[in-house]
DNA sequence: CGTTCAACCTGGGCGC
DNA sequence: TGCGCCCAGGTTGAAC
């Protein structure tokens, strides 16, 4: 395999869409005046019918708040005072691939401000823009049943942060599949995608490929550890951007743990810790990247 | 139960 | 220089 190949993505991950919601937090309290959605991107709006519907929905509702589910964020938005008889509803987004938050920058005197238009999105004063270059990512709207339903505990598992080390442990300890799969399963641990599992398991000596029922007590006391502390590292430093063209902050700013990152898109390359050529595998059809050394069985 | 694969997308890398 | 293929990965759903 070339070393040279870059293994570049840095899509939003739980640091990354907890760095997003952070970063929206000027927009709550805000109303709605109005939604522009662009027309036939935004797939799979099964609550929604139409980019059109889900506009003039979205319109009048102020932004009560913000929560996070795994790599979901939902806006709690309550309605216009007209129609206080309706139920609050959640605007939940779902970023996947290449899917962004941005809000507008108060000018200041450091900023000069071109507006333009073209690949990258203009923005102005008091806007919350969700842009997404390849458009796989989604926007739902639903009421509490409906969160309940796309973000519940029967969608997704305990969220990666929140989660204690004996429920990490319970819900992963019994599975068959290689540790690095079992990790990226959003049902039993919300939050985990492909890069933060190749980091944790570097973190934490774990070779990826091992089952997990084969891993004892301490080492998921270990993983769970690390997991942790990996995440809440990865959120200080606003998450991981590996190209100018993926992820940024709500200010449009690029991440800075890729600076930290020990394993993820370095094969062919000496491991920091003992100088073993960082190796890809392939597991479930993603790339895996780890330490033949540092991570053992 | 677990896995494999295809689909959804775009843009950058690379082979020819 | 350029065409066209491959590939990144979050999620879903079907097939085995």
Known sequence: MCPT??????????????????????????????????QGRLRPLSTTPSPGLLAKQLRGCVIEGTERYGKRIALRLSMSAGDRQKEDRWLVIEPRMTGLLLVSVPPTQEHVRLRLSGPTPAITSHELLFWDRRGLGTLRLVNAKGLEEICGEARLGPDALMISCECFRERLCGSARAVKVALLDQHAVAGIGNLYAAEMLFLAGIDPRVRCQQIS???????????????????????????????????????????????????GQPCQQCGTVVRRIVQAQRSTFFCPKCQRR
């Open 5 to 38: 190949r870059r293994w570049e993505s840095g899509v939003p991950e739980l640091p990354e869409v907890e760095t997003m919601r952070r970063g929206i937090a000027s927009a709550v309290g805000m109303r709605i005046d109005q939604a522009v959605l662009p």
């Open 217 to 267: 007590r301490p080492r998921w006391k270990r993983l769970h550890e690390v997991m942790q502390a990996v995440l809440h590292e990865a959120i200080e430093l606003e998450g991981s951007t590996l190209s100018d063209a993926t992820y940024r902050t709500a200010l449009n700013e690029p991440g800075r743990y890729q600076a930290r990152h020990r394993v993820y898109a370095r094969n």
